[in-house]
């Protein structure tokens, strides 16, 4: 089966966060996991703010980056799914940097796994994916 994961599920991947062992059993799962190519910027600037806050040297922040990245089977480009994120985001009144991702598991009719409430919240509109919360 394939799932869209969003960034706030694979930062948990590798960084210590409530839920971490939930996310990590995400991974473990035999499913084709799939994210937008925003993924790397928002797991980039999670892992960025921890490294400020905790001191973690950057060789270390970089491979969190190329090991949560690995964990991904396809990532999609944004520019194939900025149509549909905007009308979305303006349909939802939600940022489009998320709805990049409900617009992924629009297109490919699969589930988006999440740790965003507010996301949630907003994409139960969409009654053409479902909704998992992490």
Known sequence: MTLVVDANVAVKWVLPEADSERAIAIRAMDDDLIAPSL???????AIWRAALRFGVPA???RENLRIAGGHYRRIVSLEEL????????????HPIYDCFYVA???RER?????????????AKAIKSIEL???
């Open 39 to 45: 993924v790397y910027a928002e797991i980039g600037s």
């Open 82 to 93: 900025a149509d549909s994120a905007i009308a979305l985001a303006i349909r939802l009144r």
């Open 59 to 61: 060789g270390e922040a």
């Open 104 to 106: 992924l598991a629009e």
């Open 132 to 134: 998992r919360a992490l």
């Open 110 to 122: 699969c589930a988006l796994i999440t740790a965003d409430a507010r996301l949630i919240a907003a």
